[in-house]
């Protein structure tokens, strides 16, 4: 299986070229998306892409833009990426990407935890807290949370490490005012798939969304959202207290790479074969499972 590492398109302007995205300009008002097949973990790009990924994110991103859209309006104009686009463009464009409004991202993440697990079972190990917010004593590790809870964090450019914040930091970056509105709009968003997910037998644990907003102040969904790349999805069936349960993201890959002797910092190791087919399946898996739908 082949995957697309980069998207290279001649018909329009590269404006940024992210972690797994491509964004080429369309006009004052409109850019192009491309979702790659590219994987970062540890923030540090892969060498190999991961065949499907680009797809997977684009068909489940637009999934779950359309059910919250009575929460939060998406950054999709729903136009077709190919009436953008050279024929020659065609292909690398197919299923994988979009067409949005240019908003002003917020520079933070909002990251609603259901679960203790990840950096957040770390920084409560250390003071039973996450991101200043005290927990109760005796957790375990994949231990539900009475609520969930918003750790925004920074956003770090390619090859930076994002940075967990406090909630006075995320008020002095964005407002005492815009930043209870993601804290409202994220927990909304994260109980709603959180439900919907479950009866489909899989586990939200967490989740990370990005906002932007418009020249008027509304705030809006931007780059993805609730996919495998920015949501750890456990298969309900096998999760259990205490161990890091099984996922259908790239927790795979992460627990391979700390197997290895690796700083966590690029260039990163090899991928080898079998991990990208097995991370290429649990991405088709998890979408499968949660729309119904196959790819």
Not at 21 to 33: F, P
Not at 65 to 86: A, G, M, Q, R
Not at 179 to 195: G, H, M, P, R, W
Not at 239 to 252: A, T
Request: charged share 25%.
């Amino acid at each position: 299986m082949n995957g697309l590492m980069h998207s290279n398109l001649s018909s329009l302007k590269l404006l940024n070229q992210g972690k797994v995205r491509d964004i080429y300009d369309i006009s004052a008002e409109k850019m192009l998306i491309v979702t790659t097949d590219r994987l970062s973990a540890f923030d540090v790009v892969m060498n190999q892409p991961i065949p499907s990924k680009g797809e997977v994110l684009t068909k489940m991103a637009n999934f779950w833009f359309n059910k919250i859209d009575k929460i939060v309006p998406s950054h999709l104009t729903y136009e077709d990426p190919h009436s953008f686009v050279s024929k020659e463009d065609f292909n690398k464009v197919s299923g994988r990407s979009i067409v949005v409004n240019k908003l002003k991202p917020l520079p933070i993440e909002a990251i609603i935890r259901g679960y203790i697990i990840g950096s957040g079972w770390k920084d409560y190990q250390k003071n039973n807290s996450i991101c200043g917010i005290k927990l109760p004593q005796g957790l375990e590790l994949a231990d539900q949370l009475a609520e969930p809870i918003f750790t925004p964090s920074s956003k770090a450019q390619v090859g930076d490490h994002d940075e967990n914040i406090s909630l006075r930091d995320c008020e002095n970056l964005i407002g005492k005012e815009l930043t209870e509105q993601v804290i409202s709009i994220s927990l909304k968003i994260y109980n709603f798939a959180f439900d919907y997910a479950y009866e489909k037998n899989i586990i939200i644990a967490d989740t990370k969304f990005e906002f932007g907003v418009d020249s008027s102040g509304k705030i809006h969904i931007i780059d993805e959202v609730l996919t495998p790349d920015s949501s750890r999805f456990w298969p309900k069936e096998s999760y259990q207290v205490g161990i890091s349960p099984p996922s259908y993201d790239k927790q795979f890959i992460r627990d391979w790479l700390e197997t290895m002797n690796w700083n966590k910092t690029a260039p990163p190791p090899d991928l080898p074969e079998e991990v990208i087919e097995n991370t290429s399946q649990k991405y088709r898996d998890v979408f499968t499972k949660l729309t119904g739908s196959l790819i």
